[in-house]
């Protein structure tokens, strides 16, 4: 409590008496049983606190209440699919018995009820990325509504968009060390998938060769 002087000083001025007194004692006992937690007055701490944040967002509800995702076999989705390359499918067998190269994500892009599919498919060597593809359903099937089998080539959702990341390789280039990439962000719009951005990223020949110096042939000439 704060802002108390005590029963016999209000405000200051004569003493007070035993009856006085008395009904101080009580006033202030009841003042502050008032202000305490389990009291129906004016707390002095503030506002009643609300459930716990977390850097300034509500907590998540209970587990029950989220919804779940409705996941497939992404190796099967590929291999049924009459219009994925032949290439494309000789990739999908298991990696040293260690599983497939595959890599799936699911997220809302077409704005269906159900979250769509981004399937990622690599090579076991090196793990670059030789195809990617979108499936959404329809009619308890999935349809493909984007396809990019292509090398050095990998799909990500990024808040709500499909953002595709393709590599760039000049002649003599390392599958691990490549001249560049394109960043290219697509958005859904009229039953298909719209270029929306397209960032091009050049990366230095001068670091990354894995031995810690400049390969002095492709330095720019000063001539």
């Not at 002095?44 to 989220?66: F, I, K, L, N, Y």
Request: aromatic share 6%; net charge negative; proline share 6%.
């Amino acid at each position: 409590m704060r802002g108390l002087t005590g029963p016999g000083r209000p405000g200051g001025g004569s003493p007070a008496t035993g009856g006085t007194l008395m009904a101080g004692l009580i006033a202030l006992g009841l003042f502050a049983g008032a202000c305490s937690t389990g009291g129906t007055g004016t707390r002095d701490e503030g506002a009643a606190m609300t459930a716990p944040t977390q850097h300034g967002v509500a907590s998540p509800r209970a587990p029950g209440a989220a919804s779940k995702t409705k996941t497939v076999d992404p190796v099967a989705v590929l291999r049924k699919d009459p219009t994925v390359s032949k290439r494309i499918k000789a990739e999908l067998k298991p990696c040293s018995g260690a599983g497939y190269p595959v890599d799936t994500s699911y997220g809302n892009l077409t704005g269906g009820t159900v979250p769509d599919v981004v399937i990622n498919v690599l090579t076991c060597a090196d793990s670059v990325g030789v195809g990617t593809f979108v499936y959404r359903e329809k009619n308890d099937a999935y349809e493909k509504v984007f396809e990019a089998e292509e090398p050095a080539v990998y799909a990500t959702i990024d808040r709500g968009e499909l953002v595709v990341t393709q590599q760039i390789y000049a002649r003599g280039d390392a599958a691990t060390f490549p001249s560049g990439e394109d960043v290219v962000t697509y958005g859904w719009a009229d039953t298909k998938f719209s270029e929306r951005y397209r960032v091009r990223n050049d990366y230095s020949r001068a670091v990354g060769n894995g031995d810690g110096n400049a390969d002095e042939s492709a330095a720019p000439s000063d001539h």
